[in-house]
């Protein structure tokens, strides 16, 4: 009996045996690190970082920028770690991929069913919101928290925050506790979309997986995540996949399953600038489809100085990266907005509204979030957020970036110089009653006060 295989992915897993050999020193320091620096220099695009407009709104500095990615795409490919092999594609096989990439995709059922589209900068369209992040949350609060973000339906999408044990064990990497914790995680998605009422609801999956183990257990089995949810791929920066990661890939594919990929370029890692993140995030954008079959993919640029990029730099970055995308190529891409300050904070709200409308008016056809408290701490994460940051999101379709650039400039200096010391805020159970999945009366106030603030300098927020 023959069996159907996608050809893509096998010529993948070819060249993670046969293309050209590379250590990861050689590949961070020489390829990544000075093939960027050499990149920005063939370009003339060093120094372009324009810290007085964070939002880009040099049409010609975003198609200069993406050739650049491009090129860096075509001359670098990517490094499969596990082989020290680079898996590395023709300019046409490029071009192909982004051809062949889809423009549009359906997902979820009945009422909750959304189509997420390509986007243009300035685009009326209206993107596509998930949450949650993999913030590390208590076994106990996963459901709680998640019921509250599904009441809001503004929010289309979920996937939820990471599970820190499975039935009060620890969940152990590579080992049958994280098998266990992935279909724990898609029973819990079950439970919550029933008894949110929105049976339709489509998932990002698996999360808890800190290895293939977690969407082997959850993804595309029986009772678990259905293969019309989609799996995650995330790989390791900078322009690296792993087997961990194809294992991902091929168990989607051999689930029918549609798979969603992300990355990070890192401004202060050994893309080194916010010029260089910019070239190597196109890049990322580039390869996810050839190399991981990407049905849509992201993540954006993100400033490890401080692990958040709501500052200018990195808002600048990435406002430059998506609207490179979205003049020239038709990808579905989605954006990560990553705070620092925690919930119950009005930084927290500060930087969701800066972040989300940059992103918006630059093309992201969808973004998930919220990543509150920089994602590092435990708990420290609230529906209420994820609403504000889904309404900022949608509001902002159609808006020019030259108001969203007047209008940041307003804003970042309400948070910028506490980027590096952020306030922590609070906790899921200290900001929100578990019974009414309503906020506190604080929580509520600082929102109410914040909402006002944007909606008086033009974020047109219902």
């Given at each position: 009996?023959?069996?159907?295989?996608?050809?893509?992915?096998?010529?993948?897993?070819?060249?993670?045996c046969?293309?050209p050999v590379?250590?990861?020193?050689?590949?961070?320091?020489?390829?990544?690190?000075?093939?960027?620096?050499?990149?920005?220099?063939?370009?003339?695009?060093?120094?372009?970082?324009?810290k007085?407009?964070?939002?880009?709104?040099?049409?010609?500095?975003?198609?200069?920028?993406?050739?650049?990615?491009f090129?860096?795409?075509?001359?670098?490919?990517?490094?499969?770690?596990?082989?020290?092999?680079?898996?590395r594609?023709?300019?046409?096989?490029?071009?192909?991929?982004?051809?062949?990439?889809?423009?549009e995709?359906?997902?979820?059922?009945?009422?909750?069913?959304?189509?997420?589209?390509?986007?243009?900068?300035?685009?009326?369209?209206?993107?596509?919101?998930?949450?949650?992040?993999?913030?590390?949350?208590?076994?106990?609060?996963?459901?709680?928290?998640?019921?509250?973000?599904?009441?809001?339906?503004?929010?289309?999408?979920?996937?939820?925050?990471?599970l820190?044990?499975?039935?009060?064990?620890?969940?152990?990497?590579?080992?049958?506790?994280?098998?266990?914790?992935?279909?724990?995680q898609?029973?819990?998605?079950?439970?919550?979309?029933?008894?949110?009422?929105?049976?339709?609801?489509?998932?990002?999956?698996?999360?808890?997986?800190?290895?293939?183990?977690?969407?082997?257990?959850?993804?595309?089995?029986?009772?678990?995540?259905?293969?019309?949810?989609?799996?995650?791929?995330?790989?390791?920066?900078?322009?690296?996949?792993?087997?961990s990661?194809?294992?991902?890939?091929?168990?989607?594919?051999?689930?029918?399953?549609?798979?969603?990929?992300?990355?990070?370029?890192?401004?202060?890692?050994?893309?080194?600038?916010?010029?260089?993140?910019?070239?190597?995030?196109?890049?990322?954008?580039?390869?996810?489809?050839?190399?991981?079959?990407?049905?849509?993919?992201?993540c954006?640029?993100?400033?490890?100085?401080?692990?958040?990029?709501?500052?200018?730099?990195?808002?600048?970055?990435?406002?430059?990266?998506?609207?490179?995308?979205?003049?020239n190529?038709?990808?579905?891409?989605?954006?990560?907005?990553?705070?620092?300050a925690?919930?119950?904070?009005?930084?927290?709200?500060?930087e969701?509204?800066?972040g989300?409308?940059?992103?918006s008016?630059?093309?992201?056809?969808?973004?998930?979030?919220?990543?509150?408290?920089?994602?590092k701490?435990?708990?420290?994460?609230?529906?209420?957020?994820a609403?504000?940051?889904?309404?900022?999101?949608?509001?902002?379709?159609?808006?020019?970036?030259?108001?969203?650039?007047?209008?940041?400039?307003?804003?970042?200096?309400?948070?910028?110089?506490?980027?590096?010391?952020?306030?922590?805020?609070?906790?899921?159970?200290?900001?929100?009653?578990?019974?009414?999945?309503?906020?506190?009366?604080?929580?509520?106030?600082?929102?109410?006060?914040?909402?006002?603030?944007?909606?008086?300098?033009?974020?047109?927020?219902?």
């Amino acid at each position: 009996m023959s069996m159907s295989i996608p050809p893509g992915i096998l010529e993948v897993l070819d060249r993670t045996c046969t293309g050209p050999v590379c250590t990861e020193r050689d590949w961070d320091i020489k390829v990544i690190g000075e093939g960027v620096l050499q990149k920005l220099k063939e370009h003339g695009l060093s120094k372009t970082f324009d810290k007085d407009n964070p939002i880009n709104c040099d049409d010609g500095l975003a198609d200069d920028f993406y050739r650049a990615g491009f090129e860096f795409a075509v001359e670098t490919g990517m490094l499969c770690s596990d082989t020290g092999r680079v898996v590395r594609f023709t300019e046409e096989e490029l071009k192909e991929a982004l051809k062949d990439s889809p423009s549009e995709l359906t997902l979820g059922e009945g009422l909750d069913r959304f189509t997420m589209r390509a986007r243009k900068p300035e685009d009326e369209k209206v993107p596509i919101y998930a949450s949650t992040l993999g913030i590390g949350i208590s076994e106990d609060l996963w459901v709680p928290l998640m019921l509250g973000v599904a009441q809001y339906r503004v929010i289309d999408m979920l996937e939820g925050p990471t599970l820190e044990t499975v039935y009060g064990r620890p969940i152990i990497s590579r080992t049958p506790y994280e098998t266990l914790a992935g279909y724990l995680q898609a029973k819990m998605h079950q439970e919550v979309i029933r008894r949110a009422g929105r049976p339709g609801m489509a998932a990002g999956a698996v999360i808890t997986s800190p290895t293939e183990y977690g969407q082997f257990g959850g993804y595309g089995v029986v009772g678990g995540y259905k293969p019309t949810d989609v799996a995650i791929v995330l790989f390791p920066s900078e322009l690296k996949t792993s087997y961990s990661c194809l294992h991902k890939v091929v168990h989607a594919i051999n689930c029918g399953g549609i798979i969603r990929t992300g990355s990070w370029s890192m401004i202060g890692g050994y893309s080194g600038s916010p010029e260089g993140s910019i070239i190597s995030a196109i890049a990322i954008f580039i390869l996810e489809r050839p190399v991981h079959q990407a049905v849509y993919g992201g993540c954006g640029a993100y400033d490890l100085r401080y692990f958040g990029n709501c500052g200018r730099e990195a808002l600048w970055a990435n406002s430059v990266v998506f609207q490179a995308l979205g003049r020239n190529t038709h990808l579905l891409t989605e954006a990560i907005i990553n705070q620092v300050a925690g919930p119950c904070t009005e930084m927290l709200l500060y930087e969701s509204a800066v972040g989300m409308m940059s992103i918006s008016v630059s093309s992201a056809s969808m973004a998930i979030g919220p990543r509150s408290a920089g994602g590092k701490y435990s708990n420290y994460i609230s529906p209420l957020e994820a609403k504000f940051c889904a309404e900022v999101f949608k509001s902002c379709a159609g808006m020019k970036r030259k108001t969203a650039n007047d209008i940041a400039k307003a804003l970042l200096p309400k948070y910028e110089n506490r980027l590096f010391h952020p306030p922590l805020g609070k906790k899921f159970t200290e900001c929100f009653d578990l019974k009414t999945l309503k906020p506190t009366k604080e929580w509520r106030e600082i929102y109410d006060k914040v909402k006002r603030e944007i909606i008086d300098l033009g974020i047109p927020v219902e």
